[in-house]
């Protein structure tokens, strides 16, 4: 005569439900906000706004802090953007470029000019950038 084995199931306990129950819970959280994100939300082209900070003197120039920010929600790639300070003979020009600017983002750079910055305007223009 053949024994039956007889399973015995195991009951979990209390800390093994509340796990299962938050992954759930996070799980499911996690899929609803991908879902109202692809439904709900709009893709913004970009929206390219640039800072400048106070002028630092170093040892032959001026180094200027640049924060580029994307209010737009799709990444703006290979921007490039041109500085002019002063204007005719005396006109200085700085060019910054950045690979990547992320919707919704900021990124910061420096430019970088011979002469003192704090008298002249400083005037950016964005000359181009494409979208992946």
């Known amino acids: 005569m053949e024994k039956k084995k007889k399973k015995k199931k195991e009951k979990k306990n209390w800390l093994e439900w509340t796990v299962t ?3 759930m819970v996070i799980v499911s959280f ?3 906000v991908l879902v109202y994100q692809m439904v709900v939300s ?3 082209p970009p929206d ?6 106070k002028a630092e003197s170093k040892t032959n120039h001026y180094t ?3 924060t580029v920010h994307n209010k737009g ?3 703006a790639k290979k921007l490039s953007i041109e500085f002019t300070k002063g204007e005719g003979s005396d006109t200085e020009k ?4 950045f690979d990547y600017v992320p919707g919704q983002s900021k990124v910061k750079g420096w430019i970088s000019f011979t002469g003192n910055p704090d008298d002249e ?3 950016p223009h964005i000359l181009g950038y494409s979208i992946p």
């Open 42 to 44: 709009e893709e913004n």
């Open 73 to 75: 929600d799709i990444t």
């Open 121 to 123: 305007s400083i005037k």
């Open 21 to 23: 129950l938050i992954s």
């Open 48 to 53: 390219i706004v640039i800072s400048l900070g």
């Open 30 to 32: 996690t899929i609803g």
């Open 64 to 66: 200027i802090p640049v």
């Open 94 to 97: 700085a060019r910054l470029e």
